[in-house]
């Protein structure tokens, strides 16, 4: 007998008619004598269409109250999950977050978990309920409702499988698994079997939402095994963990493409020390996360400084920088959506060389211009015009050999 945590993403919940396969599938797993806590996304959409409320109203809401509308669309699939289980004969107890006590920082709308307290989690188990949970929530200290960040359904499962010491934590959603790159930009994208955590934390950073980014983080420091299956069919998924040798063989495992970042630039600052601490620093105190950074070498004295945010925070950020840019003098601050960040990934690059080099050339044989460039050990990223970002995808999916028909046997 086993304890296992399985998440069901916004489509998987997507219906009434969805959530009785749910139902299907969970009482089928503890019928094979397993303990079983779930873990549900809002309904698909619902999130989307309670921050447009939101935005109805104002742009620049109050973030407690943000968290306050988004929370609700998980408490109603919890409540629809619990039910369509009891009517299948199942006995089920749906918990919000601070029903499971899952306590968070005070950051609304990426807050952090804290702790969890799993206790009434495994009272429920121990009757042999299965425990629906509310993924995305939990409350902070205060006792304010806070919300994971968009994705956080995928942490609450995993935070909450640590929390049980589970046996393994099944990601359900639209795909097969993980795939080489997103399948819905590029049709000869390859389901892979095995992914190392690490390459699956950069994907996850790279906009590859088919997991969120602290998700991976928490399995990989728990050693949770982390799957992602699909919730339309039978096939084994792609199992999340420790690297292995194999898995070196191959230089790029994966393209990434994410669309959800934004550019800023700040034209002719004078040039002086403590600039770009100025402006990050002021970025960092609303939490609000900096990627990808260019500094112009100074000329006549001026410098300009580009860097990329998440789309969601480019208000925010906008109004900080512009406020900033006056107190230095600088000339201009220009903002631009249309952006996107193409990387490639791999463990393998730690013992190859020219990986960006062929990079660079593929993109550049398809003329396309490169705004920014950063890498890890075992990554590449480029910011791109995202008119440009799907044709990017499959040049580079093509180019390191991914292609599902000429994809090597791992
Ligand atoms: P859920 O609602 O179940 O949480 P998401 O929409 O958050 O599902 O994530 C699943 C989606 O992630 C897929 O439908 C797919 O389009 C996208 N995706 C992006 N990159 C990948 C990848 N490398 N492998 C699989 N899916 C990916
Ligand atoms: N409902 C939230 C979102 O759409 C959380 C999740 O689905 O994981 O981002
Ligand atoms: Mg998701």
Known sequence: MALIVQKYGGTSVGST?????????????????????????????????????????????DDREVDVVVATGEQVSIGLVAIAIQTLGGK??????????????????????????????????????????????GTDEHGNVTTLGRGGSDTTAVAIAAALKADACEIYTDVDGVYTTDPRICPAAKKLDKISYEEMLELASLGGKVLQIRSVELAMNYKVPLWVKSSFSDDPGTLCCEEDESME??????????????????????DGVGIASKIFGALDEKAIVVDLIVQNVPRDGKVD??????????????????????????????????VAKVSIVGVGMRNHSGVAARMFEV????????????????????????????????????????????AKKK
């Open 249 to 270: 063989d191959v230089v790029v495992n994966a393209v990434a493409l994410d669309s959800n970042e934004a550019k800023i630039a700040v034209f002719g600052i004078p």
């Open 305 to 338: 400084l580009t860097f990329t945010v998440g789309k969601a925070d480019l208000v925010k950020a906008t109004d900080v920088v512009k406020k900033i840019a006056k107190a230095i003098r600088a000339d201009s601050v220009e903002t631009s959506g249309d």
């Open 363 to 406: 993109l550049a044989k398809e003329g396309i211009n490169l705004e920014a460039i950063s890498t890890s050990e075992i990554r590449v990223s480029a910011l791109i015009a995202s008119k440009y970002a799907e044709l990017a995808v499959r040049s580079l999916h093509t180019a390191f050999g991914l292609d599902a028909k000429r």
């Open 92 to 137: 089920a107890r749906s918990f919000l977050g601070d029903q499971c006590t899952i306590v968070t920082d005070s950051t609304f709308s990426k807050a952090r978990i804290k702790s969890i307290d799993a206790k009434n989690i495994f009272k429920a188990l121990k009757q042999k309920e299965i425990a629906v949970i509310a993924g995305f929530q």
């Open 17 to 61: 008619e969805r959530m009785k396969a749910v139902a299907q599938r969970v009482l089928a797993t503890q019928k094979q004598g397993h303990d079983v806590a779930v873990v549900v996304s809002a309904m698909s959409g619902e999130t989307n269409r309670l921050l447009g409320l939101v935005k109805e109203l104002t742009d620049r809401p």
